[in-house]
């Protein structure tokens, strides 16, 4: 009874440390992000990411950084630059980076696990998308965007109203309270309508409200896998995992990738988990990989992507991603 009890008690200690950070850290990066997106003119997004050149695919990465998107939730800023005509490897790049190098996820990860993993985890996400997309520009997967989306995306390049504009983000202020077309940003209203009501009302009006809105969203899958994490902490025996996911099992890597890949758990969720794994025994490696697998690509995710593209670039997409999660675990057990 009195060994039940100490579990109990390392348990709940466990989930009410790790709720309480982790909130206040999610929140704080979303303020910050936040402000960092009011600087940044919708309209230019689709310039810069058609440009062409190199640089657009660092700013690709760089916008994925930016925006705290799960995997799931990149599909529509995707079919919006895909109308726009954005670059094909700067959009796949995008699509890459999203889910996995948004400053809530790095920082999170560098409370977890300390500066040398979340490292690791940075450049394994950022170097295999950026290699990604431009292999998949330079051997003409653009041909395995679905001719239905393209015809509309010719359809609204001759249009500025209507729901078949690409979204990007909400224009604080008024009527542009929704989201908007990255092409026209201040069509709804007018670009003079749309800057006097920012200055009238602040560039960070409703910036709090933005913030929470998305903590609110993410606390059950943040819940969940502190809950989760913690119940393993606190009752999960140490020799069983050492055993199945223990450094000294070669493929503990590829069977956490393979694990990860299909499920849908995002990565605020997958963190606790995994820190609670790594209290256990499981090897740092065999941790990234989990991370990147889970969170890079879901079931829900290919079943969207589906939509856009064909099952070729589907088959590739969750290559590139378990390829990044052996990376990421094989260079963990090198330098770590």
Not at 115 to 144: D, N, P
Not at 251 to 276: C, D, K, T
Not at 294 to 309: C, H, K, N, Y
Request: aromatic share 8%; net charge neutral.
């Amino acid at each position: 009874m009195k060994f039940m009890t100490e579990q109990l008690q390392d348990t709940l200690s466990m989930f009410a440390f790790l709720a309480i950070e982790l909130s206040i850290l999610f929140i704080g990066i979303s303020l910050l992000v936040g402000a960092l997106q009011r600087h940044i003119p919708p309209a230019k997004i689709e310039v810069l990411l058609s440009a062409g050149r190199g640089r657009s695919y660092l700013l690709a990465a760089a916008l994925g950084a930016m925006t705290p998107f799960c995997s799931c939730s990149t599909i529509p800023m995707l079919k919006g630059l895909i109308r726009a005509r954005a670059g094909f490897g700067p959009m796949m790049v995008f699509l890459f980076a999203s889910p996995l190098l948004n400053p809530i996820i790095v920082v999170l990860l560098a409370a977890t696990f300390g500066l040398q993993l979340t490292m690791i985890y940075t450049l394994a996400a950022l170097l295999v998308s950026l290699v990604a997309g431009y292999l998949l520009q330079v051997f003409g997967f653009e041909r395995t965007i679905r001719s239905d989306v393209l015809h509309a995306s010719d359809r609204s390049s001759h249009s500025t109203q209507g729901d078949d504009l690409p979204l990007f983000q909400p224009v604080v202020g008024g009527c542009c309270e929704s989201p908007v077309s990255i092409r026209t940003a201040s069509a709804c209203c007018g670009e003079d309508a749309g800057k006097a009501q920012v200055t009238a009302k602040g560039r960070y009006h409703g910036l709090w409200r933005e913030a929470w809105s998305d903590f609110v969203e993410v606390l059950p899958y943040l819940l969940l896998g502190i809950g989760i994490g913690s119940v393993i902490y606190g009752y999960m025996p140490a020799a069983f995992l050492e055993q199945v996911a223990g450094e000294d099992n070669p493929f503990a890597i590829p069977i956490a990738a393979v694990i990860g890949v299909p499920l849908y758990i995002r990565a605020e969720a997958v963190i606790p988990l995994a820190a609670a794994l790594m209290s256990k025994g499981v090897g740092a490696g065999t941790v990234l990989a989990l991370i990147i697998g889970s969170a890079g690509a879901s079931l829900t995710e290919l079943i969207l992507l589906r939509s856009l593209f064909t099952a070729r670039l589907l088959l590739v997409f969750v290559v590139v991603i378990f390829a990044m999660a052996m990376l990421a675990g094989y260079t963990t057990y090198l330098l770590h």
